[in-house]
């Protein structure tokens, strides 16, 4: 478990990381959101001691992170997989966190094998990775420890589908077992699809946290009728807003449950009455961060 | 990708015992060869110390064909290549920033400082054994060829001397590396406070009187010179020049860059 407490980063008179709390539980995912520069890798590097927090603390099962006596077996941690000497080979790179932590050699050639990166990749220097094999590497060093704890920034950031889908049944694994995984991504469908847990902030400051399914569902319904004229007064007509998605259906910000019964009283014939899944995180994550985003509010 | 899990995942462990420093010295050794470029970097000395031992063979006039000659023809491309090994080992983790990986495998940042000063230690002292046996294998050799008689003009203290001055000068790399955490910067500092200062001082000293009294006290070179003379012991005020030297230009620099480096940010 991550336990982040009052967390307060200032860089002069930049406030990267503005007073946010959360925690990540084991046995789930949580999923790490925010637009760029919203401070998720530097609330990161904190949390390993890469970056000293001008307030507050995080603990990693209780413990600071500098007091775990070798902390490459109690947390995996990759934050920037380009971070590597460009003029090592990626097997040699597994190599040194391998004995730093003191484990069998034997470790070294099953990570090259659990990311797919074949001898002959192995002894290439980094110099000549591609963007996704120095990814796998970087998840190789995480994973080489079998950590109980992952902090992973953007891990997803350019493997390929399989990669990414072998990403995530890796992750889920691991939070199955017990497990806590941390990640940030940019990647919204598969936050969505991995997620247990979701922290959203921008600017530094904690827009929304919950479950997923909590948040999700504070994103609302997609409703659709045949009589959709009756359907939108019906709805109005209590209170609601509601929102054309475009393609005929309504989105609101109702539960399905109050949806369904105000259909029912006024009689309205529904066609499809569903969560706003699909487009649903990146909907929030759009609406939640729109004071927060480069763009600024979004269309 | 492969269907294999991550591990046995989460097995219970028994208690996970703290990093001892000698592995992370063992670590920090390895880095420094493990590359292409530190690897010659450092093969470079045995490369250089058999040219300059070579060169005295050929250019020595013959009276001269002693061992402190070669000791002291070794020394030069001995004394520019070991502190860059030093310097190279600190800042390379902040250059090519290998430090996101190695403070977080090891968050206490004193002890990997400690570890790659007590590695570029144990290299100087290699390098050392290495130029005193090619020194003597060049004397064998030089007396053989020209016929000169083998003459041994260093005793052990002095040796002691010459390999301390080394590893002083190690040092002074080292220190610039966590002084400055960049390669090229410390590269540039080291130049300049070994060879372009000593020049200006003598310079002073030789123009300026109050200055010619006061130059073993603050000129390192200097103060460290009787190191490589290979002449006599040195007297109490020796020591006292070089320990006062090295309190200016190796200590206090070397607590300011400590404190640096354990403040600094990762990223
Ligand atoms: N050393 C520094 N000095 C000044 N500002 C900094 C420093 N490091 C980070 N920042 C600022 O802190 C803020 C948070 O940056 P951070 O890298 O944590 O964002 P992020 O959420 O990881 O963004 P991204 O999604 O783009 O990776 C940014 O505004 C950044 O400019
Ligand atoms: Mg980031």
Request: proline share 3%; glycine share 18%; no cysteine.
């Given at each position: 478990m991550i336990t982040v407490e009052s967390l307060t980063m200032k860089y002069g008179r930049t406030l990267a990381v503005d007073d946010i709390s959360f925690t990540a539980s084991a046995g789930r995912v949580t999923g790490f959101l925010g637009p760029n520069g919203a401070g998720k890798s530097t609330t990161m590097r904190i949390m390993v001691g890469l970056t000293r927090a001008t307030q507050g603390t995080v603990t990693i099962d209780g413990r600071r992170f500098a007091d775990l006596p070798n902390p490459g077996l109690e947390v995996g941690v990759l934050l920037d997989a380009s971070a590597q000497h460009a003029g090592r080979t990626g097997r040699e790179i597994l190599v040194l966190a391998q004995q730093f932590m003191g484990l069998p050699r034997t470790r070294v050639e099953e990570m090259l094998e659990v990311v797919s990166l074949t001898p002959d990749e192995a002894s290439r220097r980094v110099r000549d990775y591609s963007l996704g094999m120095r990814q796998r590497l970087g998840i190789a060093t995480a994973l080489i420890g079998d950590p109980e704890v992952l902090i992973l920034d953007e891990p997803a950031n350019g493997l390929d589908p399989a990669g990414i889908r072998w990403m995530r049944d890796l992750l889920r694994g691991y939070a199955d077992r017990g497990g806590t995984v941390l990640l940030s991504s940019h990647l919204l469908h598969e936050i969505e699809v991995i997620a247990?847990?979701?922290?959203?902030?921008?600017?530094?400051?904690?827009v929304s946290q919950?479950?997923?399914?909590e948040l999700l569902h504070e994103a609302g319904t997609i409703v659709r009728a045949d009589n959709a004229i009756q359907l939108e007064l019906a709805l109005t007509d209590w209170g609601l807003t509601t929102h054309p998605t475009g393609d005929g259906a309504l989105r609101?910000?109702?539960?399905?449950s109050l949806v369904g019964k105000v259909a029912l009283q006024a009689g309205v014939a529904l066609t499809e009455l569903r969560a706003a899944e699909g487009a649903g995180l990146e909907e929030m994550f759009l609406e939640l961060t729109s004071a927060t985003q480069r763009e600024g509010v979004p269309a | 990708m492969t269907t294999i899990a991550a591990g046995s995942s989460h097995t219970p462990r028994t208690a996970v015992h703290p990093v001892p420093l000698t592995r992370i010295t063992a670590v920090e050794l390895r880095k420094m060869f493990d590359t292409r470029s530190g690897f010659w970097l450092i093969a470079s000395i045995a490369i250089t110390a058999v040219l300059a031992a070579g060169g005295v063979i050929v250019w020595a006039p013959d009276g001269q064909l002693t061992y402190s000659t070669f000791a002291t023809a070794i020394r030069f491309p001995v004394v520019i290549i070991l502190p860059l090994i030093a310097i190279l080992a600190v800042t390379s983790e902040w250059s090519q920033r290998t430090g996101l990986t190695t403070f977080t495998l090891i968050p206490h940042r004193y002890r990997i400082i400690s570890a790659k000063a007590i590695g570029s230690v144990i290299i100087a002292i290699a390098a050392m054994a290495l130029t005193f046996a090619v020194g003597a294998l060049g004397n064998l050799l030089g007396a053989?060829?020209?016929?000169?008689?083998?003459?041994?003009d260093v005793t052990l203290t002095q040796c002691l001397y010459y390999v301390f001055g080394m590893v002083l000068s190690l040092l002074v790399g080292f220190m610039l590396g966590v002084l400055i955490r960049a390669s090229t910067g410390a590269i540039v500092a080291y130049f300049i406070l070994t060879f372009l200062l000593p020049t200006l001082f003598g310079l002073l000293a030789s123009s300026a009187q109050w200055f010619h009294t006061l130059q073993p006290w603050v000129d390192s070179q200097f103060a460290q010179s009787g190191l490589f003379v290979f002449d006599k012991s040195l007297t109490g005020e020796q020591w006292a020049h070089i320990g006062v030297t090295g309190l200016i230009w190796l200590v206090l620099p070397l607590l300011v860059g400590l404190r640096l480096v354990m403040r600094a940010e990762v990223k």
């Open positions: 247990d847990d979701i922290v959203m902030i921008g600017h530094g400051r904690i919950g479950t997923k399914t609101t910000e109702a539960d399905a | 053989g060829v020209k016929g000169a008689p083998l003459v041994w």
